[in-house]
């Protein structure tokens, strides 16, 4: 029997066809990103590979927890706040509408000041010919970067603070309301702006008293309040009516006879904001 001699290493290498075929090489664990089925971030790339214990970036349900973390808790909060100021508010002027019926009444019992609730987020405040309506808003708001108190340190330091709870003042004419005048108008006589801090920021009529408006150190009082319902009421006194011209009234139509509108009205023309306040009901955002 011939003896045959083993291919060596050099004739394999030159004789590539000799050699025995390789095994196929084990399936890699590792994947292409375009190959895998593991979980995906909210940009559609995958994350990880199927099984990996490896956590997985933020998904839609986390964005929207953080959303709800960060601002709704927040906005909650600060609603609590102007629910609690509100009170206060509504608390001070039952004690002021007091203390002054105590002054007049002895004066002249004709003139009345009254103290009237209407429902847990408006209250009047009734006094001679004038009507005071304190109102809270339901909603949180902000504004924008450049207005009022936006800019501050204070603010920049927590974005929860560029968020609002609000509270207006307006004053009609007590007419208005008892004869149910449509058409007469009120007035912003001011809103007070309250935070996640129970700070406020106070803006309004030039009548107003205003005090320092840097939110740091303006904490929301009951001597604040105070202050508050004693300048609005102030303003509203001082701020008398004015007739309209004998031109302007020489018509009436059977509408505004029939629904009680009365043309010789005067309207509250001595109100008037400063140039930083005047865009105040204005760039809400609810």
Aim: aromatic fraction near 8%; avoid cysteine.
């Amino acid at each position: 029997m011939p003896h045959t001699t083993p291919p060596t290493v050099t004739s394999l290498v030159e004789n590539p066809a000799a050699a025995p075929a390789a095994p196929a090489p084990e399936p890699s664990a590792e994947k292409s990103p375009e190959a895998s089925a593991g979980a995906t971030a909210t940009n559609n790339l995958p994350t990880s590979a199927p099984g990996s214990p490896a956590e997985a970036p933020a998904d839609r349900l986390d964005q929207i927890f953080e959303g709800l973390q960060q601002k709704s808790i927040a906005k909650q909060a600060i609603f609590r706040n102007t629910r609690a100021a509100f009170d206060m508010l509504r608390l001070v002027s039952q004690e002021l509408v007091v203390e002054l019926s105590r002054k007049i009444t002895p004066v002249d019992s004709n003139v009345l000041i009254e103290y009237r609730p209407v429902n847990d987020m408006e209250f009047h405040i009734k006094f001679s010919g004038d009507l005071l309506i304190f109102v809270m808003h339901s909603n949180i708001v902000t504004f924008p970067e450049d207005y009022g108190p936006m800019a501050s340190k204070y603010v920049e330091e927590d974005f929860r603070r560029r968020f609002f709870g609000h509270i207006m003042a307006y004053n009609f004419m007590a007419d208005s309301i008892k004869y149910q005048r449509m058409n007469d108008p009120g007035y912003l006589v001011g809103r007070l702006l309250v935070n996640i801090d129970s700070h406020y920021f106070l803006e309004g009529v030039q009548q107003l008293e205003l005090p320092d408006n840097d939110m740091a150190d303006n904490l929301i009082t009951p001597d604040m309040m105070r202050l508050f319902v004693e300048s609005a009421m102030i303003a509203a006194v001082n701020n008398d009516l004015i007739a309209p011209p004998m031109q302007d009234i020489q018509k009436i139509t059977v509408k505004q006879k029939v629904e009680n509108q009365q043309v010789s009205r005067g309207s509250k023309v001595g109100f008037s904001f400063s140039n930083e306040q005047h865009q105040s009901i204005d760039g809400l955002v609810y």
